[in-house]
């Protein structure tokens, strides 16, 4: 049930790309207007996922649950029925925050049904794994529809996976809250949310070379996150605990998170580039050769809760981060159809167990009773991480390209993913190495 509203996050953010050209030529949206489409979703759910942790610790995890996933069900009704470019930003806008909602939310049920670490940590091994499962059949189902239908049929992929969980959530999932948690913090939420979005739009116009508008939106936002963070820090009960986060070990999971997802995101493109304008192939046969990382994905989901069984969970994300560099590496290094395919297969076989035990090891840092912010912090590193990668290290491939060709900007991207997992996996073995010598 909670692997759910995970497919329905996943699925939205592969399925619009597919219709982006349609969407174009019907609503013939200004080029502000077609960002605003294609990443207003991402800027809402990295910007509102604080606030949406804080919220359902307060009124009730599956109560948020519940009426984030209705709200996404009706805003991606509205999206597949606009009529306009505004009124597609707009549901797109509903569906980022309704989004952000979900994350947080199944993140803390897992931690308040799975009390025993061992059933928790294969909990989060599925949890995980659904991204990936979204990923492969949101393309694929979307695909299919737009053969058939209409752009905006896409959006309406999401409502039965809706109406499924809000059939049966009420019956299967508990509910969990704060009984402690007081009155939710509008000002500190507000000021999360504008500050989060501002340093994610920075980081988008800045990889599209806008450096100006870039500047001015990341001191905006880091100026609103430094009012937040003082704020936070005098009120009795805070919005964000930092106690938790004092502990080297929680910070360092939630480093190698968002290295890992700066590494991933900043390379997807350019693969899918990479195998149509490199490798020669169509955009159907490109997106065909990804399914065997997907695959091994999930094959690999089980890795993590069997490995903490003999290993501490930061030695396993350690290994597992330096499989993931090998991956890149390999990318880097053999190149062609070959190279991406089996490089991709390592990289996702280490990227399962890094990124559940990563999880893991944040939410269970703190009481239960606050595990929806825990999520929600660990789910904005994860954003502000991928956000990052995209724009660094596509700025990184323009740059290579403009120098010499395409396949070198390609090795320097995939290669500089491989320089980002071994930092990573050096940051782990470091903050080991404190932890031995304190005992």
Known sequence: MLVLPCLLVAMD???????????????????????????????????????MGALGDRIGRRRLLLIGVAAFAVASTAAAFAGSATELIVARMVMGLAGASLMPSTLALIRGMFTDARRR???????????????????????????????????????????????????????????????????????????????????????VGDFAEAGVAFLVGVGLGFFFVRRQRRLARPMVDPAPFRDRGVRVALLSTA?????????????????????????????????????????????????????????????????????????????????????GIVVSIGLAPAYALGTDVVVTSVDAKHAGVAGAVTETGAELGGALGMAL???????????????????????????????????VLITRRRAARMT
């Open 13 to 51: 953010a592969h399925v619009l790309n597919l219709a982006v050209p349609r969407i174009a030529a019907d609503l013939r949206p200004s080029s502000t207007q077609l960002l605003w489409i294609v990443d207003g979703y991402v800027f809402f759910v990295a910007g509102a996922l604080l606030a």
């Open 121 to 207: 940590t294969v909990a989060l091994g599925v949890w995980a794994a659904s991204f990936s499962i979204g990923g492969l059949v949101g393309p694929l189902a979307g695909g299919a529809v737009l053969e058939h239908l209409w752009w905006g049929a896409i959006f309406l992929l999401a409502v039965p996976v809706a109406g499924l969980v809000l059939a049966l959530g009420p019956v299967l999932l508990p509910e969990f809250r704060d009984p402690a948690a007081g009155r939710f913090d509008l000002l500190g939420a507000a000021q999360s949310l504008v500050a989060l979005l501002a340093i994610v739009f920075a980081i988008k116009r800045a990889a």
């Open 259 to 343: 290295l890992t997802f700066f590494a991933l995101y900043g390379t997807e493109v350019a693969i899918a580039q990479y195998l149509q304008w490199g490798v020669g192939l169509s955009p159907l046969q490109a997106g065909m050769w990804t399914v065997p990382s997907v695959l091994a994905y999930l094959a690999a989901a089980g890795i993590g809760p069997a490995a903490v069984r003999r290993f501490a969970p930061l030695r396993v994300i350690m290994v597992a981060l330096l499989v993931v560099a090998a991956g890149y590496a390999l990318i880097a290094a053999a190149g062609g159809l070959f190279g991406v395919v089996a490089g």
């Open 393 to 427: 290290l596509g700025s990184l491939g323009v740059a290579v390209s403009r120098l010499s060709s395409y396949g070198q900007s390609f090795e320097a991207i995939t290669a500089a993913a491989s320089l980002t997992m071994i930092v990573a996996a050096a940051a």
